[in-house]
Nanobody, 119 residues
Protein backbone atom coordinates (compact mmCIF):
# COMPACT_ATOMS: atom_id res chain seq x y z
CA UNK A 1 0.00 0.00 0.00
CA UNK A 2 1.29 3.44 -0.95
CA UNK A 3 0.16 6.66 0.65
CA UNK A 4 1.08 9.89 -1.08
CA UNK A 5 0.93 13.41 0.27
CA UNK A 6 2.17 16.89 -0.42
CA UNK A 7 0.47 18.00 -3.60
CA UNK A 8 -1.33 21.30 -3.96
CA UNK A 9 -1.43 24.68 -5.60
CA UNK A 10 1.71 26.79 -5.84
CA UNK A 11 2.82 29.81 -7.82
CA UNK A 12 5.46 29.53 -10.49
CA UNK A 13 8.90 29.68 -8.93
CA UNK A 14 7.66 28.11 -5.74
CA UNK A 15 8.39 24.75 -4.17
CA UNK A 16 6.57 21.65 -2.99
CA UNK A 17 7.63 18.41 -1.37
CA UNK A 18 5.86 15.16 -2.13
CA UNK A 19 6.01 12.11 0.12
CA UNK A 20 5.12 8.48 -0.50
CA UNK A 21 5.13 5.87 2.24
CA UNK A 22 5.05 2.17 1.42
CA UNK A 23 3.71 -0.37 3.86
CA UNK A 24 2.34 -3.91 4.13
CA UNK A 25 4.25 -7.14 3.68
CA UNK A 26 7.38 -5.72 2.15
CA UNK A 27 10.59 -7.71 2.33
CA UNK A 28 12.73 -5.31 0.34
CA UNK A 29 12.39 -2.35 -2.00
CA UNK A 30 14.51 -2.22 -5.13
CA UNK A 31 13.29 1.02 -6.64
CA UNK A 32 11.13 3.98 -5.63
CA UNK A 33 10.17 6.74 -7.96
CA UNK A 34 7.80 9.38 -9.20
CA UNK A 35 5.98 9.68 -12.49
CA UNK A 36 3.52 12.32 -13.64
CA UNK A 37 0.68 12.64 -16.07
CA UNK A 38 -0.82 15.85 -17.36
CA UNK A 39 -4.24 15.89 -19.07
CA UNK A 40 -3.95 14.60 -22.61
CA UNK A 41 -0.38 13.42 -22.10
CA UNK A 42 1.22 10.06 -21.43
CA UNK A 43 2.61 9.23 -18.03
CA UNK A 44 6.27 10.22 -17.89
CA UNK A 45 9.24 9.64 -15.65
CA UNK A 46 10.01 12.35 -13.12
CA UNK A 47 12.65 10.64 -10.98
CA UNK A 48 13.61 7.20 -9.72
CA UNK A 49 15.95 6.03 -6.99
CA UNK A 50 17.26 2.51 -6.70
CA UNK A 51 18.04 0.63 -3.50
CA UNK A 52 21.56 1.94 -3.78
CA UNK A 53 22.13 5.55 -4.62
CA UNK A 54 21.53 5.51 -8.34
CA UNK A 55 19.11 8.18 -9.54
CA UNK A 56 17.53 8.97 -12.85
CA UNK A 57 15.65 12.18 -13.64
CA UNK A 58 13.47 13.25 -16.51
CA UNK A 59 15.18 15.86 -18.66
CA UNK A 60 12.60 18.54 -17.89
CA UNK A 61 13.15 18.40 -14.12
CA UNK A 62 16.93 18.00 -13.91
CA UNK A 63 18.45 20.61 -11.65
CA UNK A 64 15.11 21.55 -10.12
CA UNK A 65 13.78 18.36 -8.53
CA UNK A 66 15.52 16.09 -6.04
CA UNK A 67 14.47 12.57 -5.10
CA UNK A 68 15.45 11.07 -1.76
CA UNK A 69 14.53 8.10 0.35
CA UNK A 70 14.26 7.12 4.00
CA UNK A 71 14.91 3.39 4.01
CA UNK A 72 13.87 2.96 7.64
CA UNK A 73 10.45 4.40 6.85
CA UNK A 74 10.11 2.96 3.33
CA UNK A 75 9.35 6.49 2.23
CA UNK A 76 10.38 8.37 -0.86
CA UNK A 77 10.36 12.15 -1.20
CA UNK A 78 10.37 14.49 -4.16
CA UNK A 79 11.55 18.02 -3.50
CA UNK A 80 10.37 20.23 -6.32
CA UNK A 81 11.92 23.68 -6.61
CA UNK A 82 11.50 26.46 -9.12
CA UNK A 83 8.20 25.00 -10.26
CA UNK A 84 6.88 25.91 -13.67
CA UNK A 85 3.38 25.90 -15.11
CA UNK A 86 4.36 22.92 -17.26
CA UNK A 87 5.00 20.89 -14.10
CA UNK A 88 1.24 20.86 -13.49
CA UNK A 89 0.16 17.22 -13.44
CA UNK A 90 -0.94 14.36 -11.26
CA UNK A 91 2.13 12.82 -9.67
CA UNK A 92 2.23 9.09 -9.00
CA UNK A 93 4.52 7.21 -6.69
CA UNK A 94 5.88 3.88 -7.96
CA UNK A 95 7.56 1.18 -5.91
CA UNK A 96 9.19 -2.04 -7.06
CA UNK A 97 10.26 -4.63 -4.55
CA UNK A 98 9.87 -8.10 -3.05
CA UNK A 99 7.08 -9.32 -0.80
CA UNK A 100 7.78 -10.76 2.61
CA UNK A 101 5.49 -13.72 1.98
CA UNK A 102 6.69 -15.89 -0.84
CA UNK A 103 9.43 -13.44 -1.88
CA UNK A 104 7.47 -12.38 -4.96
CA UNK A 105 8.44 -9.35 -6.97
CA UNK A 106 5.82 -6.62 -6.92
CA UNK A 107 5.15 -3.21 -8.42
CA UNK A 108 2.72 -0.76 -6.86
CA UNK A 109 1.37 2.64 -7.83
CA UNK A 110 0.06 5.33 -5.55
CA UNK A 111 -3.33 6.94 -6.00
CA UNK A 112 -1.81 10.12 -7.37
CA UNK A 113 -1.49 13.61 -5.96
CA UNK A 114 -2.30 16.72 -7.97
CA UNK A 115 0.27 19.47 -8.35
CA UNK A 116 -0.96 22.71 -9.88
CA UNK A 117 1.46 25.50 -10.71
CA UNK A 118 -0.08 28.87 -11.50
CA UNK A 119 1.78 31.21 -13.79
Amino acid sequence: RLVESGGGLVQAGGALRLSCAASGGIYSINEMGWYRQAPGNQRELVAVLTSGTSTNYGDSVKGRFTISRDNAKNTVYLQMNNLKAEDTATYYCNVKGVTRTGKFEFESWGQGTLVTVSS
